[in-house]
Every structure is written in C-alpha cells, then in structure tokens.
C-alpha cells in the first residue's frame, strides 16, 4: 500500500498520503504492542486499532473519490483494511471469552 501512495497527486501527496501512511504505521505498532500485551491493556489497544482501521476506510473512501486511487484498487484495499478488522475482531473475542 505504502508504493501506491507515492503515486498520489501532488496536491494530495502531503496531506491525504501521509496521513494514511501514518494510520498504517500506528495500526502496526499497536498491532505489535498488543502481541507482547496481557490483560485489559491489550484489549484496549486491540479497540484502539479497530477505531484507527475504521479512520483508514474512511480515508481510502476520500481517496478515490478524489481520484487519488482507481476503483479496484479501492476495493483492494478495503478487503485488507476488512481482513484486518475480522482479524482483530477474533482476538478480541479469544480474550474476552
């Protein structure tokens, strides 16, 4: 994801680009954090990350309505931004259980 944003227009590229550049970046690090996490801190960095990929759809969606990115890269990248979400979903299911 991170090569397609270079190819953002410039009037974007700073702006748009780089904020889902860094929602991507946090996502991971929360990702990770919450891996070598216990307890009720894991669970809120888990609820964190759903709210941080909720931020990510929404700014996809901007971007190509924008024009920023075509269609079926759009839903390309929606499935992953979605894969990730089941994925935390099932985590935070695993430790509430």
């Known amino acids: ?4 944003l270079d190819k953002f227009p ?3 590229k ?3 680009a780089d904020r889902i550049q860094v929602q991507l970046m946090e996502v991971l690090e929360m990702l990770l954090e919450a891996y070598y996490t216990k307890g009720e801190q894991k669970k809120n960095l888990l609820y964190k990350v759903n709210i941080a990929l909720e931020k ?4 996809i969606r901007l971007a190509k309505d924008l024009r920023c990115i075509d269609l079926r890269r759009y839903e390309y990248i929606q ?3 979605n894969e990730i979400g089941q994925q935390v979903g099932a985590w935070l299911k695993s430790i509430s259980n």
């Open 10 to 12: 410039r009037s974007q």
């Open 14 to 16: 700073f702006l748009l």
């Open 79 to 81: 499935s992953k931004i």
């Open 56 to 59: 990510m759809r929404y700014q």
């Open 1 to 4: 994801m991170v090569p397609q």
